[in-house]
Antibody, heavy 118, light 112 residues
């Protein structure tokens, strides 16, 4: 059974850096073809893809947020970490991690709500 | 503004058939990239419903089906049930702007 779970702060202040960790089980990020991504969903809005890291450390970023995002992996710990700098109120959202499945996402973690407020 | 356009809402009575459209462009669906569909119940994470245009993951009822033609795709739900009331999102890949995985704006399905 494949599972993913997000962890990190629930509240960050404007201008701070957000660090989220995705801990997964049931697959290995050292297996050829495997990728893990981050997707966020503001309240009442559609999901928005943020970043993706592949088994070979190839990294892809949303062109709209590329300057603020960094994605890394720790294969031995089965973890993927996302950092987003210069947080703003508009970044308030539920942040999900998910395994890449074909060119879609399956499964998703339960998500973690991050609120940006002073 | 999403690169994939969905109707904000659709509705149908129990037992009926409904379809949800997803309109893209020559840089995503029209370029041949696969379309995926997700169901999101309130307070839960999206769940993959259809992948690679028309395939169902294990456990998804065959009441759900997907199709694609040109720059558009559709999700069809037959034998509508109360538990199908949810938000539905299409997703594909877009090769513009250096490439990105993109989602539609979502469609709220109401079972009357």
């Amino acid at each position: 059974q494949i599972t993913l779970k997000e962890s990190g702060p629930t509240l960050v202040k404007p201008t701070q850096t957000l660090t989220l960790t995705c801990t997964f089980s049931g697959f290995s990020l050292s297996t050829s073809g495997v990728g893990v991504g981050w997707i966020r969903q503001p309240p009442g809005k559609a999901p928005e893809w943020l970043a993706l890291i592949y088994w070979n450390d190839d990294k892809r970023y949303s062109p709209f947020l590329k300057s603020r995002l960094t994605i890394t992996k720790d294969t031995s710990k089965n973890q993927v970490v996302l950092t987003m700098t210069n947080m703003d109120q508009v970044d308030t959202a539920t942040y999900f991690c998910a395994r890449m499945y074909s060119s879609g996402w399956n499964p998703w973690g339960q998500g973690t709500l991050v609120t940006v407020s002073s | 503004q999403s690169l994939l356009t969905q109707p904000p809402s659709v509705s149908g009575a129990p037992g009926q058939r409904v379809t949800i459209s997803c309109t893209g462009s020559s840089s995503n669906i029209g370029a041949g990239y696969d379309v995926h569909w997700y169901q999101q119940l309130p307070g839960t994470a999206p769940r993959l419903l259809i992948y690679n245009d028309n395939k169902r993951p294990s456990g998804v009822p065959d009441r759900f089906s997907g199709s694609k033609s040109g720059t558009s795709a559709s999700l069809a739900i037959t034998g509508l049930q109360a538990e199908d009331e949810a938000h539905y999102y299409c997703q594909s890949y877009d090769r513009s702007l250096s490439g990105a995985w993109v989602f539609g704006g979502g469609t709220k399905l109401t079972v009357l």
